[in-house]
């Protein structure tokens, strides 16, 4: 079993930024890609940003240009670099570890799921 402990996040005003970070409690997950997904209150859980074990990065088009996903295989951790945020952007964010090394934007193809982090945007 792997566990994300997930951290960052906040309340912020619309323009700022912010950092989230997940780790692995083992270093499984520098095999599989990671993720991150959002669901504001009373929406689908949607994806926001994925990277494969080496490196190659896809974004939902809502946060394009201004989200960064990044990982460092070396202690099994990802982050989200968050610029520029809107209120839009409001919601639980969770981080995740891939079935597979190149698992994409369907939730189903995550194995392993942080707690969740509340991104709060005002305008």
């Known amino acids: 079993q792997v566990q994300l402990v997930q951290s960052g996040g906040g309340s912020v005003r619309a323009g700022d930024s912010l950092r989230l970070s997940c780790t692995a409690s083992?270093?499984?997950?520098?095999?599989?890609?990671m993720g991150w997904f959002r669901q504001a209150p009373g929406k689908e859980r949607e994806f926001v940003a994925r990277i494969s074990w080496n490196g190659v990065t896809s974004y939902a088009d809502s946060v394009k240009g201004r989200f960064t996903i990044s990982r460092d295989n070396a202690n099994g951790s990802c982050y989200l670099q968050m610029d520029n945020l809107v209120p839009e952007d409001t919601a639980v964010y969770y981080c995740a570890v891939g079935l597979g090394a190149y698992s994409g934007s369907d939730s189903s193809s995550y194995r392993y799921w942080g707690q969740g982090t509340q991104v709060t945007v005002s305008s």
């Open positions: 083992r270093r499984t997950s520098s095999n599989n890609a």
